[in-house]
């Protein structure tokens, strides 16, 4: 079974730093997806970006990459220019690829980030 | 173009009682999947339903079933409530492509079982 671990429960940053997350995970597959989601005190879970294992380029999306080390069943999340809005739980979320493994995400338990003026 | 949106937001039930929550996807989508959030157990996968058919199942007792109707609406049903259902049940919409395609979550229903 896949298993997904962030092991930050909390973390803080100052504005406009730079901070990472870290999240590992555990798989014997070879075609998955790995997503980052944020989750903001409104609850509403927002994709923030998505990276998949057969591409060896990490993903980027404006403030936020990635760092995929596959071998290492490694995939850090970085924020750049650390905003307030920033303020959230995330979460490290992997997605077996191919048929009855459609819809499940496989999530971390989360680590709670703070940006701090 | 509208989000994914669920019904009721808030729930109260006692134990033993049984309960019906409600998901609209996104238009065009044809995935729905239902997650359970709790403190303890994080964010845990229930089941997904595509054309009207349940295709993916979660480690959840038989009280927790779920159907889609013909335009995508999904719902789920709690029987015989216990305590420890009381949670933040999301759904979530996807096209799909077949691929590991984007889960745009609704909002959630906080559901509260005392």
């Known amino acids: 079974a896949q298993t997904v671990t962030q092991s930050q429960p909390e973390m803080s940053v100052q504005e406009a730093e730079t901070v990472t997350l870290s999240c590992t995970y555990d798989?014997?597959?070879?075609?998955?997806?790995l997503f980052w989601y944020k989750q903001p005190p409104s609850r509403q879970m927002i994709l923030v970006i998505r990276q998949e294992a057969y591409k060896q380029q990490n993903a980027t999306e404006n403030r936020f990459s990635v760092n995929f080390q596959k071998a290492a069943k490694s995939f850090s999340l970085k924020i750049s220019d650390s905003q307030l809005g920033d303020t959230a739980m995330y979460f490290c979320?992997?997605?077996?690829?191919?048929?009855?493994?459609?819809?499940?995400?496989?999530f971390g338990q989360g680590t709670t980030l703070q940006v701090k003026p | 173009k509208a989000g994914v949106t669920q019904t009721p937001r808030y729930l109260i039930k006692t134990r033993g009682q049984q309960v019906t929550l409600s998901c609209s996807p996104i238009s065009g989508h044809r995935s729905v999947s239902w997650y359970q959030q709790t403190p303890g157990q994080g964010l845990q996968f229930l089941f997904e339903?595509?054309?009207?058919?349940?295709?993916n199942k979660g480690n959840f007792p038989g009280r927790f079933s779920g159907r889609q109707f013909s335009n995508s609406r999904s719902e789920m049903n709690v029987s015989t409530l216990e305590l420890g259902d009381s949670a933040l049940y999301l759904c979530a919409s996807s096209l799909p492509s077949g691929g590991a395609d984007e889960q745009f979550f609704g909002p959630g229903t906080r559901l509260t079982v005392l």
């Open positions: 979320a992997f997605m077996k690829y191919g048929s009855g493994n459609t819809g499940k995400l496989i």
């Open positions: 339903y595509f054309s009207e058919t349940q295709r």
């Open positions: 798989t014997s597959e070879n075609n998955y997806y």
